[in-house]
């Protein structure tokens, strides 16, 4: 059939080479049937230091999220069976590294059946159809009104102008609605299509070739506004945006500006950094529901003040002395109640300060049923500080599915956690271990707690240490202390970047461009102590890195 042929580039493109490759790159860059008209930038001479600075640049596939998300814009439909019909995403902590996307036959058959369910849905109602088609057909046969919605629609889904041969190819789909005698059967043809296409499916970045630099390609303005939109609010370039780029807006380094202000002031910008927070710090799978979806609230809040609101220094986040809460929350907490359905209190001295006190942070490295200093220790030096904690030497036999026993398995938890003081172990529980036993007396929901969990007979006074550090070892007791320690390093800023970057760029390891680009960034961003969370990703859209792209290696 008609639409099966024109949907045959899809599976060829995902047969051929992994995502990331150039075969990928080139098969899916040709999809089209041509350059897209108008908006495109030509390559031209590039600095030295900023074309070093430029990183790689692989084919990106739309992560689950940003498909549901990119479908809620497109045709308004939620689409919650995504996460079952589709391969799920690898957590790096982040779900958009594109180093790990294999093309595979669940993909294209998840795609095939979400675009029919979707296309269906569309045609079947009359105010979603009547969104994506700008004109009223005069009946089956309407060439003129079915062109304009391959016209509308295939730029906003594509992200980019269609061609005139790629309208003339796409409009022999007419031939289902001539055949149906029913205008919407041509309709639900093309949205199969588009919905399918690989330039929907996959973040395609060509670019344009460099003179004298055989490495770097500069963006196209459509390649260039999907980069922005979907680094800074998760979804499709809306159409503002691609007018911009059709009118050349995005040529200079301040319009790419304008227009990352006008998206950072999109609600849905705040939904993104939110859950770059959450992603990063492990508790994005923390259910929604009850007094974890409550403390979400609570974490989401916090950040949104410090990052949107008051554009503070991005530690403010962990340094802050109140916190949003509930009634419920509060009493859980056991912290004074906000004055009405939900608001700031302070914390007073109760001991917890920041996002480090939030259960949502809390509630992330529980093992074998309750809170393991290990896996807590290993999320902040990890996440929080962006160290590696080496793994076990091949012949130390761990077995890291088996809770800790030590030399009495019914011994309180601080003698069976016993690596750290395990010559074959301590250099590298020695890292963690002391740092978890530091939040011990907060449980997996972040109450206050006395005694193990099941275990009176099992004190627990609190005590952690923070080896390691430039300034020494330092002891501390509970998240507000450990807080401290964290700012006072003047280690934390740059992780923070590191992290937000990686989740930009799609892709976990960083080389030496990457790094260049990382330590100037961060100085203009304000470093230790004064580090803007917006200043840094203004400064980073605004970038030459950010307009052009590096080639992947072999």
Known sequence: MLASALLAGFGACHAGAPAGSDAATTTTGTTGGGA?????????????????????????????????????????????SAKELLPQDTLTPFDNDFTLQTASEPLIKGMELLAGDLAATVVETEALRAAIVPCTPSGPDDAVCFREFLRSFGRRALRRPLSDAELDTYGALLDYAVEADDFWFGVQAGLRLFLQHPEFVYRVEIGEPVPDEPELRRLDDFELSARLSYFLVGTTPPDWLLDTAVAGGLADDQGVRDAAQMLLGDARARARIDRFHALWLKYEQLSSEGI??????????????????????????????????TPELAEHYGLPAPAGAAGWVPYGDSGRMGLLSHGTFLSVGSKFGDTSPTQ???????????????????????????????????????????????????????????????????????AVRQTELGRPECTIDGDGEFVGLASGDTTFNGPAELARIAVDSGQVEACVAKQLYRFAVGRTELDEHDEALLERLVAEAGGAGAFDMLGFVEQYVASDAFRYRREEGP
């Open 36 to 80: 897209p008209e108008g908006g495109g930038t030509t390559g031209d001479e590039l600095p030295p230091d900023a074309g070093f600075e430029v990183g790689v640049s692989g084919l990106r596939r739309l992560s689950i999220v940003e498909y549901q998300q990119t479908i809620a814009d497109l045709l308004g439909i939620d689409v919650p």
């Open 376 to 446: 807590r220790g290993l999320l902040v030096r990890t996440f929080l500080f962006c160290q590696e904690i080496p793994k076990p030497p091949p012949d130390l036999m761990v077995n890291i599915d088996a809770p800790p026993a030590g030399a009495d398995p019914d011994a309180c938890k601080y003698d069976r956690y016993y690596m750290s003081r395990e010559p074959a172990c301590k250099s590298c529980h020695a890292l963690m271990d002391p740092i978890g036993f530091g939040l011990e007396a907060y449980d997996a929901s972040g």
């Open 292 to 325: 974890y979806g409550q403390m979400r609230d609570e974490s989401d809040a916090l950040v949104e003040r410090v990052v949107f609101d008051e554009r503070g220094a991005w530690t403010d986040v962990l340094e802050s002395t109140e916190t949003w809460l």
